[in-house]
């Protein structure tokens, strides 16, 4: 029995990528507040029957952009750690790329700024720590080792993930963003490097 998808569901895929991609372009230049289904659905180039056949409102759509964000930068993160054998560097390299993640301009906007609002505290903890799982496990792997001596993982985990939070929203005005970054990243590695053993 064949495994391949259907003409019907690859349509129906192609459809919802649609709906995702516009849905990020309007949420990024309107907000959550100031963008509207009706957009979204003109931008994909799809009916508004369509856009409620794959999500039942404009919060379960921006749920799923903020997800599908989330999931961008966890394979961004991932993909730039993969080659590095030494645990501390893997992690370093990992906040980096967190970093420039975080200051894409969608991501900053809709995930930093307007989820937590828009989605409500419990669901956006739920999504974030999904997005935030490869970090914790780094971390937690150092300190199962014996190289990291704080007793919470998920909370240095969390701390540190508000540095770079906080950085990300820094860099977008900086006049000079380069130097701020490199600043920025060594006072994060010196926190981190604090916890070592």
């Known amino acids: 029995m064949s495994t391949r998808p259907s003409r019907r569901e690859e349509y129906s895929e192609a459809t919802r990528l649609a709906l995702l991609k516009a849905a ?5 230049a309107r907000g959550y507040q100031g963008g509207s289904l009706d957009q ?18 404009k919060r379960d759509l921006f749920d799923a952009v903020v997800v599908n964000l989330q999931e961008e930068m966890t394979r ?4 730039e750690v993969s080659d590095e054998p030494d645990r501390w560097q893997r992690l370093k390299r990992g906040i980096a790329a967190f970093l420039d993640a975080c200051g894409e301009i ?4 809709l995930v930093i700024h307007e989820a937590p609002a828009a989605l409500g ?3 956006f903890r739920e999504v974030d720590d999904a ?16 190289d ?9 985990t969390r701390l540190l993930a508000a540095l770079v939070w906080e950085t990300a929203m820094l860099l977008a005005e ?4 380069q130097r701020l970054r490199a600043q920025a990243l060594e006072a994060i590695y010196r926190v981190v490097e604090a916890f070592k053993t």
Do not use: W
């Open 76 to 79: 961004a993160v991932d993909a």
């Open 148 to 156: 990291i001596d704080f007793a919470n993982a998920a909370l240095l």
């Open 106 to 109: 969608s991501y900053r906007r």
């Open 24 to 28: 990020r372009q309007v949420f990024t």
């Open 121 to 123: 505290m419990e669901r």
């Open 40 to 57: 979204v659905a003109q931008k994909a180039r799809v009916t508004k029957g369509a856009l409620y056949h794959h999500f039942a409102d």
């Open 174 to 177: 900086a006049k000079e963003p």
């Open 131 to 146: 997005a935030l799982s490869s970090f914790h496990r780094a971390i937690a792997s150092l300190q199962q080792r014996g």
